[in-house]
């Protein structure tokens, strides 16, 4: 999610193109999932005042190129279009992509579903920065462990990294807090702004000892320019809300008065859930609302 400070409808974008972002049967990510709150919403929630369902124009090669490097970007998409055609493809899958992001079976059309979320990301960007709106949520998108030449974790395109650089390429920003509260450490994300003081990039997740991407420990705080405005803040196994609660209190609170950020990305996966059957950080409903 982005946004600003001032309350008013929120956009929502969606297209039904994004359960194209399906590594086939038998993978643990699958298309559907981008159906299900969509559903839910309208079923319970009337567009109204309430929000606008917005869609997006697909990522061109020009702006994956703020992000990713050329060859990265030629692989993929070769690649991924190939699988969902049922058909090989040359080259080294291993140079580009982690093991956990080859599909199976027969795929979606999972590159052109991730260029998707990198237009969502451009769109919500441009109707914030015209005030079209105060909060835009992206459904979809929040691949935070890609990098700029290699794919991993089921990310194959940095919608949060594409945010941050756009909108300090187009609109100049010089203070953009990035706040991530995925169970897991956006590794790929925090890899992008590491010695860059324009954004703070504050992370919430399950300690590195006991969960993938192993990384995000408590001294990784930048480099460079960017040294301090890295904070990760790895939690135990089973935390739950009072550790949350506290941590906000303590941690994100202050440190984002002192930063005055222009604007808020906001990366909120739904695993620190209790039932989520990957990650234990215990989280119920209510801490979901606490934290935003």
């Known amino acids: 999610m982005l946004e600003r400070s001032e309350a008013m409808a929120i956009a929502i974008l969606y297209r039904e193109e994004l359960k194209e972002y399906d590594f086939g049967p038998g993978h643990p990510f699958r298309g559907n999932r ?18 606008r369902i917005l869609k997006a124009e697909p990522a061109t090669d020009e702006d994956l190129g703020l992000i990713c490097n050329k060859d990265y970007i030629d692989f993929t998409r070769g690649y991924f279009k190939a699988a969902n055609l049922g058909l090989s493809y040359p080259g080294s899958f291993s140079r580009y992509h982690s093991g956990d992001n080859m599909p199976m079976g027969r795929p979606g059309k999972l590159e052109e579903a991730a260029r998707l979320m990198i237009g969502q990301a451009k769109m919500a960007a441009d109707l914030i920065q015209t005030g079209e709106y105060k ?7 929040n691949m935070h462990h890609a990098g700029p030449s290699y794919g991993e974790g089921f990310c194959i395109y940095n919608d949060n990294a594409f945010l941050a650089k756009y909108l300090m390429e187009k609109y100049a920003l010089e203070r953009i807090l990035i706040l991530d509260t995925d169970a897991h450490q956006g590794n790929g994300t925090c890899e992008y702004f590491y010695s860059d003081p324009r954004v703070l990039f504050i992370d919430l ?6 969960l993938y991407p ?9 480099e460079g320019a960017g040294k301090g405005y890295s904070i990760n803040v790895p939690l135990p196994v089973y935390a739950g809300y009072d550790s949350y609660e506290l941590v906000f209190e303590q941690i994100i609170q202050p440190v984002t008065g002192e930063f005055k950020p222009q604007i808020i990305l906001r990366n909120g996966g739904s ?4 039932a989520d059957q990957l990650t234990n950080l215990g989280l119920p409903v209510r801490g979901f609302r606490m934290i935003g």
Do not use: M, S, W
């Open 271 to 274: 695993d620190p859930h209790f």
């Open 135 to 141: 909060k835009v949520v992206c459904i979809g998108g």
């Open 34 to 51: 981008y159906e299900i709150f969509p559903k839910f919403l309208k079923e319970n929630l009337a567009e109204d005042d309430n929000y």
């Open 205 to 210: 997740h399950q300690d590195p000892r006991t």
């Open 214 to 222: 192993g990384t995000g420990f408590a001294d990784e705080i930048g």
